[in-house]
């Protein structure tokens, strides 16, 4: 009898197998270093991730390469893996002195932020529900760890605990929406589910409607969407710093493009139906985001909140169900990489001396530096200018972008709160701004000690590159809407 082997295209899984095998390698080079040596692990795991982004960007060739019906090789999963390779290598940058600093056990750190990047990827791909599962819960139980890595920290294991805890939650409720959805349309198959909806004529039978309600709300549990968000100030707060970074963007980066495959791609036919809630998700999640992000003095807890908030503008993009919106949210994830992520870099750098590293994440760490590191006071200023939407910072040409496609699909009025909101931030950025260079530091002299290496070519590059972006992004907005094209097309 004759075996028939299928035939697999590896290459569709390349840059996920290139982080995958990078992360086993760190693991096996870290039992030969010695304690002196582990700084060589970072440099290590960074060759991997840039690797993996410059063989996502060779593969990009227009087509859809699947792998077995699981997994895709399209512009959209390829564009967001450039989104959290992007966060991914920023984070190792800035993690190779305060890992180090802070006591971390480095090969069990770098191991597990490499997996983590790996599920990332693979949800991004997905194209099927089992898969887009799995490839959840290999992100989120690396991001379990990390979070509580930290065991000098006691706020690292309550983050740890709560964000466990919650997870987990959040995690039956996906799947269970995965069951019901099954059990109406019986496939798993993303592409299934949109010849089903097509089928449907209009109609919305419950069993789906339930099922798209529980996936809605696990999936608004990993990008923290309000009511869904109260893991976020916790964890956020008590993660190490250079995992808070990588988190905010990865997880949401994540996240989102599953959800965005699930709606636009699987659902789309049915988008009268499920955009009111998008709408409403969004609305809240802006609103209570902003709100209490300007009751904080601890910065690292005010960037949690403001987190929340971007993913409220975000949705916003994804409920607009259109070409533009779409690639307004691509292009949304790619310039918030560099700015959220450039502003968690300069509280660790602001934070490099042991004992000064929790005041450090507050406004009075941050009072005066401009008299003691007028380089990190100016970039920290970009950032926060960047996440206010100011122009020229990318972060304004981002949320215009968002807004244009909201108004485009008839929600105005959501549009208008996204502008109030943005108001309403600029509050509490610009008051990192006045602290830094308009109030004096009360122990100035003591200063803080040299910015590593590493952190300072990070923050170079993402304080460039918002600049830039938000003067030419026609580059980034020319892949993005490829991407979308195509996935939106296919």
């Known amino acids: ?66 792998l077995q019906g699981m997994l895709v090789a399209d512009g959209y999963a390829l564009f967001l893996n450039l989104v959290i390779l992007i966060a991914a290598a920023l984070a190792i940058l800035f993690s190779v002195d305060y890992a180090r600093r802070v006591g971390l056990a480095q090969g069990e750190y770098y191991t597990l932020l490499l997996l983590s990047a790996a ?11 089992m898969t887009m599962f799995l490839a959840l819960e290999i992100l989120s139980v690396a991001l379990y760890v990390l979070v509580g890595l930290n065991r000098a920290e006691q706020r690292s294991a309550e983050g740890a605990l709560k964000y466990l805890l919650l997870g987990a939650f959040a995690s039956g409720f996906l799947l269970y929406g995965m069951a019901l959805l099954y059990g109406q349309a019986g496939t798993t198959s993303l592409a299934g589910l949109r010849d089903y909806a097509a089928s449907l004529g209009g109609e919305f039978p419950p069993m789906l409607l339930a099922g798209l309600g529980l996936m809605i709300i696990g999936f608004g549990f990993k990008v923290a969407l309000v009511p869904f968000h109260m893991w976020t100030p916790d964890a956020y707060e008590g993660a190490p710093t250079s995992v808070t970074a990588f988190m905010s963007v990865g997880a949401k980066a994540a996240g989102f493009a599953a959800l965005g495959r699930l709606l636009l791609y699987a659902l789309g036919d049915l988008h009268g139906d499920w955009v009111w809630v998008l709408a409403v998700l969004s609305a809240l999640t802006m609103t209570m985001g902003n709100l209490a992000a300007l009751r904080q003095t601890s910065v690292k807890r005010m960037l949690a909140y403001s987190s929340i908030a971007h993913a409220g503008y975000i949705v916003a993009g994804l409920a607009a169900g259109n070409q533009l919106g779409t690639s307004a949210v691509l292009f949304y994830l790619f310039a918030y990489a560099f700015m959220n992520i450039g502003a968690f870099a300069v509280l660790i750098a602001v934070g490099r001396l042991e004992e000064s590293a929790r005041r450090g994440e507050t406004l009075d760490g941050l009072t005066g530096l401009t008299a003691r590191k007028p380089g990190l006071a100016v970039v920290m200023a970009l950032f926060m200018l960047s996440l206010a939407g100011v122009p020229p910072m990318v972060g304004f040409l981002a949320k215009l972008y968002v807004f244009s496609a909201a108004v485009q699909a008839g929600l105005i009025w959501l549009a ?12 509490y950025y610009l008051r990192v701004v006045v602290v830094m260079f308009m109030r004096d530091a009360d122990r100035a002299e003591e200063g803080i000690a040299p910015v590593c290496l590493a952190v300072q070519v990070g923050l170079g590059v993402a304080s460039v590159l918002i600049v830039v972006l938000g003067i030419w992004p026609a580059p980034i907005l020319r892949l993005a809407r490829e991407a979308v094209l195509a996935f939106l097309g296919g």
């Open 1 to 66: 009898m004759q075996i028939s082997i299928p035939d697999f295209n590896l290459m569709v899984v390349a840059p996920e197998i290139v982080v995958l095998v990078t992360a086993l390698l760190v693991m096996v080079v870290d039992l030969f270093l010695a304690k002196e040596q582990k700084d060589r692990l970072a440099w290590l795991s960074l060759v991997g991730v840039l690797a993996a982004a410059g063989l996502s960007y060779y593969i990009w060739d227009g087509s859809d390469s699947q």
């Open 119 to 129: 599920g990332m990827m693979l949800m991004a791909a997905a194209i099927n529900l």
């Open 416 to 427: 208008v709160l996204g502008v109030i909101n943005s108001v309403i931030s600029a509050y």
